[in-house]
C-alpha cells in the first residue's frame, strides 16, 4: 500500500535559519509529488508539485523540493525562512494508475518560525 | 471565484447523535472528495465524487458514514451515530474534470467534529 512519512513532526526555527523537511513515500510505480501548507486559520493550499522533468520543483513563497526516485523522497527546502512560513506543511503522493487524483498524505510537520 | 466552503466549521454532539457536513466546492468542479485527519495523524483519504457519482468510496470508515452529492453540486457526509473515534478535522476538496492526474486540489478550511 502507499504511504507517506514524514521525517519530522514539529521543527522550530529562528528567521533566516535554513530549512528542510523530509518527505519519503512507498510506492513502487510512476507518482505525482506535492507538498500542502496550512497556515493558521486557513484552509490546505498548494505549495508546489512534481509530475515530471526537472526533479528540482520550485514553488510558490520561494519553496523547492528534490525528487530523487532512488530514495523514494521529495524533500522541502527553503533557504532562508521568514516568520510568515510558521505553519503545518503536508506532503503528498498521488499514484498515476488509472483513475483519478488519490492524495495520500502524511502526517504533517508543524513549523514554527520564530523572530 | 469562491473556494471550497464548508459548514459548520466546528461541531460538538455527544456519543450517538447524528451529525451532517456539508462542503459546497468551487462552481464547475466535477471532482468532489472528503478526506478526514485525526488528531496529529495524516490526513486519510474517505471518498470521491465525480458529479453525483461515487468514484472511490474505499476510504470510508464503515457503514456509519454515509456521503451524497445529490445533483453533482454539494455533498453532505453524514456520521450516525456518532462515536468517540469519529472525532476529527473533515476536510472537503473539489478539482476540475480536466486532467485527472495534475489538477491540483482545492481543499475548505474543513469541519472540527468533537464527539464527547
Known amino acids: 500500500a502507499q504511504s507517506v512519512s514524514q521525517h519530522n513532526h514539529h521543527v522550530i526555527l529562528s528567521e533566516a535559519a535554513s530549512l528542510e523537511l523530509g518527505c519519503n513515500y512507498s510506492y513502487g510505480g510512476t507518482v505525482n509529488l506535492f507538498w500542502y501548507v496550512q497556515y493558521p486559520g486557513q484552509h490546505l493550499q498548494l505549495l508546489l508539485k512534481?509530475?515530471?522533468?526537472?526533479?528540482l520543483v520550485k514553488g510558490i513563497k520561494g519553496f523547492e523540493a528534490e525528487f530523487i526516485k532512488s530514495k523514494f523522497s521529495f524533500n522541502l527546502r527553503k533557504p532562508s525562512v521568514q516568520w510568515s512560513d510558521t505553519a503545518e506543511y503536508f506532503c503528498?503522493?498521488?499514484?498515476?494508475?488509472?483513475?483519478?487524483?488519490?492524495?495520500?498524505f502524511g502526517a504533517g510537520t508543524r513549523l514554527a518560525v520564530h523572530p | 471565484e469562491a473556494g471550497v466552503t464548508q459548514f459548520p466549521s466546528h461541531s460538538v454532539i455527544e456519543k450517538g447523535q447524528t451529525v451532517t457536513l456539508r462542503c459546497d466546492p468551487i462552481?464547475?468542479?466535477?471532482?468532489l472528495y472528503w478526506y478526514r485527519r485525526v488528531m496529529g495523524k495524516e490526513i486519510k483519504f474517505l471518498l470521491h465524487f465525480v458529479k453525483e457519482s461515487k468514484q472511490d468510496e474505499s476510504g470510508m470508515p464503515n457503514n456509519r458514514f454515509l456521503a451524497e452529492r445529490t445533483g453533482g453540486t454539494y455533498s453532505t457526509l453524514k456520521v450516525q451515530p456518532a462515536e468517540l473515534e469519529d472525532s476529527g478535522v473533515y476536510f472537503c476538496a473539489s478539482s476540475p474534470r480536466e486532467g485527472k492526474y495534475n489538477s491540483p486540489l482545492h481543499f475548505g478550511n474543513g469541519t472540527r467534529l468533537t464527539v464527547t
Open positions: 512534481y509530475f515530471s522533468g526537472d526533479p
Open positions: 503528498a503522493v498521488n499514484a498515476v494508475s488509472g483513475g483519478y487524483n488519490k492524495l495520500i
Open positions: 462552481s464547475g468542479h466535477d471532482n
